[in-house]
């Protein structure tokens, strides 16, 4: 006996959840594990680096007076 075309389009149980296919669990846990080093890694960066001046904290470093005598001279 063949099954009819009516229930074979009978509708489908919806699983819980989001309904992301579990092929695509590893590309999201890279991204996610990419994303959050590279978040790390900046924060580390603009937080402990000395070299790197983000604000106006302390003009002194800029060299601005050097240069400025330099070209008086």
């Not at 992301?20 to 960066?45: D, H, N, Q, R």
């Not at 603009?46 to 106006?56: E, H, K, N, Q």
């Not at 060299?63 to 070209?71: A, D, F, I, S, Y």
């Amino acid at each position: 006996m063949r099954p009819t075309r009516i229930l074979l389009s009978a509708a489908q149980k919806q699983k819980p959840g989001l309904g992301i296919p579990v092929e695509l669990t590893p590309l999201f846990l890279a991204m996610g594990v990419a994303i959050s080093s590279a978040c790390w890694f900046t924060y580390k960066k603009f937080r402990f680096d000395t070299s790197l001046r983000v604000g106006r904290t302390n003009p002194d470093r800029s060299g601005l007076k050097e240069v400025l005598e330099e070209t008086k001279n």
